[in-house]
């Protein structure tokens, strides 16, 4: 298993990197465009869609985005859209997991493929103009979200069921601690002084963990948390989803990593996040 996942590793980093630094921003938009579709097939297949329904929700999300890249709406998301989705992901993630799996079996398989439609694609627009911010901005969110899974998993395992005696979402993911997010907040922390003493050295304040700090350091400490708080969210709320279905992993399109939506699920909700802090402080 270890050979597969590195040598997919390895392959996505050589296509992402060259597009990410050695292109303008359009043909970013584009390979975005094609992870975010396939993780719309994945979404579907998820919740009862049909093989051909899935294809075709998937399709018709990769036209979707290409009309919202045509008539110019990548560049022109209001920070107020960023601020009502952060909202809403907010209250759809304490409705989706104080439930357990209720609430989300009992949904129409239709509303539940239109609700993630609509979610991959506010993602798209969100990566899209997180790279329009400059590659400083996207690489630091997305770090953050890497660090605080890296940390959670470091801590998890190190301090699990000593601190606390009860687990994250034993439901949901019995492997979640509430260690292991504390750990992934204080890794996040780490990253962000880091971050801004490279900022600081080479003078491209550009970085999400400098465009925060800026505003006071107490917001900096509430945007830090709200993040991690979010990618642990984005991350049950996808693990109920799988757990509705009987399936361990998004699919096998990634060996080694299971699908796309694992790989993306904590930036669901942390990207519209990370726009709406940084413009709104």
Same mark, same amino acid.
């Given at each position: 298993m270890l050979l597969p996942r590195i040598v997919t590793a390895v392959i996505l980093l050589l296509i992402i990197l060259p597009v990410l630094f050695l292109t303008g921003?359009?043909?970013?938009?584009i390979l975005a465009g094609l992870f975010l579709a396939a993780?719309?097939?994945?979404? =579907?297949?998820?919740?009862?869609a049909t093989p051909s329904s899935s294809l075709f929700f998937a399709a018709l999300w990769l036209v979707c985005a290409s009309c919202l890249h045509y008539f110019g709406i990548v560049a022109n998301v209001s920070s107020i859209v960023w601020l009502f989705f952060s909202i809403f992901w907010f209250l759809f993630s304490i409705w989706m997991l104080n439930s357990g799996l209720i609430n989300w079996t009992n949904l129409s398989p239709w509303v539940r493929v239109f609700l993630g439609f609509i979610?991959?694609?506010?993602?798209?627009l969100a990566v899209s103009q997180a790279r329009a911010k400059g590659i400083n901005f996207l690489l630091s969110t997305l770090a953050l979200v890497w660090a605080a899974d890296i940390g959670a998993y470091v801590f998890g395992k190190m301090l699990s069921?000593?601190?606390?005696?009860?687990?994250?979402?034993? =439901?949901?993911?019995p492997g979640k601690s509430k260690e292991g997010a504390i750990g992934g907040c204080l890794s996040v922390f780490a990253l962000a002084y880091i971050w801004m003493t490279f900022d600081q050295k080479y003078q491209v304040n550009t970085s999400f963990y400098s465009l925060v700090?800026?505003?006071?350091?107490?917001?900096?400490?509430?945007a830090i948390i709200a993040m991690v708080g979010f990618s642990i969210a984005g991350d049950l709320v996808e693990s109920l989803m799988k757990r509705t279905a009987g399936a361990k992993d998004s699919?096998?399109?990634?060996?080694?990593?299971?699908?796309?939506?694992?790989?993306?699920?904590?930036?669901?909700?942390t990207l519209p996040l990370a726009l709406a802090l940084s413009d709104w402080m």
């Open positions: 921003p359009v043909p970013f938009y993780a719309m097939w994945e979404w =579907s297949n998820l919740n009862k979610l991959l694609l506010m993602t798209w069921g000593k601190v606390f005696k009860t687990k994250l979402a034993p =439901s949901i993911s700090h800026a505003s006071s350091f107490s917001l900096f400490c509430f699919s096998r399109l990634l060996p080694g990593h299971g699908g796309v939506l694992d790989r993306i699920d904590a930036l669901l909700p």
